[in-house]
């Protein structure tokens, strides 16, 4: 499945939410977990909705990833999502796989529901055990609504080290129906998803079974949240998952219907926002940086660059420093694994081009560096090879990003 290019009508909810489609619900408490902010959440459907999900590729995939996985393996359908932040419950064995199912089983208990439609995420300290009285504690207090303020709740309860909450939401017709679509989603540092620790959330009131729902996620994470990176580590707990209740009353979206390309592209910008939303708030970070490759051999390999760029320690640092340092651009270029001629390449900083043909153009760097100073960057390079085309998404790197993890767990 290529990027999404059709130009569908899609109108951006500026004060929706995870709970904007119909029948969803959410809530967040603080449970003793962290200090004293929101620290335990929910999102509840009235219903039980059609499911898809995306794991990290780790080999230490953490508890809650493998509750969640035999959850789906029921009927893929899910009702419930809780999530956790402090503690990732990764790496913590038996012991920690055991308090994973048991948090799903109060939740359960809770909201009267079978066990099998809960779906737990966890995010926080690698190796340590979950506060079992304070999960069990919290949870009798988590009581899902449909209102702008308990999805507030939620999105604060689930973040870590994230400076801001981050969420979008979307709305379309299909079928003559409105189609609501919105997400939450959290991440700051250890952000390389392959799939950070990166959490995302997406609900939709849209008709669509779980094959054709998995099928679209699958695709369109990697032309998203894949494309991410803060500081190139994977985590043990990142997660994507969408529900899908069906309550907008549009018949099932397939391949085959007329309108799929509607879904794809709703699906599509809201995981590219909330992608761009973690690239911006890495830990420590003071811009967001976007690279653009052009003219590659295919979609893949033009991806592949983007992220190598976008990656570079020494690229990062220097937007960091306003630095129109464009060798260590042609540098990441020039070690990723893809086709290239390097006597065709341009490279571009925003509006202004500073290689053409592999040769310096005829540019200010006073303007470019004035241009860096900047919260957003764009970096466009154009290899001139075939239609290859792909985006990735990150951030700069400061000084305070070594602040941050150096006293991490103190």
């Not at 001629?341 to 290689?355: A, M, Y």
């Not at 005829?362 to 085309?389: F, M, P, Q, R």
Request: aromatic content about 6%; some cysteine.
């Amino acid at each position: 499945m290529n990027a999404i290019k059709e130009t569908v009508h899609i109108q951006t909810l500026t004060q929706g939410s995870i709970i904007s489609p119909k029948g969803f619900s959410a809530a967040g408490v603080h449970a003793g977990l962290r200090h004293s902010k929101n620290d335990l959440g929910v999102i509840f459907s009235e219903v039980p909705a059609e499911s898809a999900a995306v794991y990290t590729t780790s080999h230490f995939q953490a508890a809650p990833i493998k509750v969640t996985q035999d959850s789906l393996s029921v009927e893929n359908k899910l009702q419930a999502i809780l999530v956790n932040s402090a503690c990732a419950n990764a790496c913590t064995g038996k012991q920690g796989l055991a308090d994973a199912y048991q948090t799903r089983a109060w939740l359960a208990e809770h909201l009267n529901i079978p066990e099998h439609l809960i779906a737990v995420s966890s995010t926080g300290v690698i190796g340590e055990y979950l506060k079992m009285d304070k999960i069990k504690a919290g949870i009798s207090n988590l009581h899902p609504v449909p209102e702008a303020a308990a999805a507030e709740q939620f999105e604060s309860a689930i973040l870590t080290t994230d400076l801001a909450t981050k969420k979008w939401a979307v709305q379309a017709t299909i079928d003559g129906k409105t189609v609501t679509m919105g997400g939450a989603a959290k991440g700051s540092g250890m952000i390389n998803p392959n799939m950070a620790t990166m959490l995302a959330y997406v609900t939709t009131d849209a008709a669509i079974s779980s094959v054709h729902l998995q099928t679209a996620l699958s695709a369109i994470t990697d032309q998203t949240f894949n494309q991410i990176t803060v500081d190139g580590d994977t985590s043990t707990n990142d997660t994507v998952v969408v529900m899908a209740n069906g309550l907008a009353g549009n018949a099932p979206l397939s391949p085959d219907h007329p309108e799929w390309t509607v879904f794809l592209s709703m699906l599509h910008q809201v995981s590219e926002q909330l992608a761009k939303k973690i690239a911006r708030d890495g830990e420590g970070a003071t811009k967001l940086v976007e690279v653009e490759v052009l003219g590659a051999a295919s979609d893949e390999e033009a991806k592949k660059a983007a992220k190598e760029v976008v990656g570079s320690n020494l690229v990062k640092t220097a937007v960091y420093g306003a630095d129109a340092n464009w060798g260590r651009i042609i540098s990441a270029v020039g070690y990723s694994d893809i086709e290239v001629n390097p006597d065709t390449i341009d490279i571009s900083i925003g509006d202004h081009l500073i290689l053409s043909q592999s040769e310096v153009a005829d540019y200010s760097e006073e303007e470019v560096i004035a241009y860096l100073k900047g919260e957003e960057i764009k970096i466009t390079v154009n290899l001139h090879l075939g239609a290859g085309h792909g985006f990735a998404w990150g951030c700069d790197l400061s000084y305070d990003y070594i602040k941050i993890n150096a006293s991490y767990r103190t």
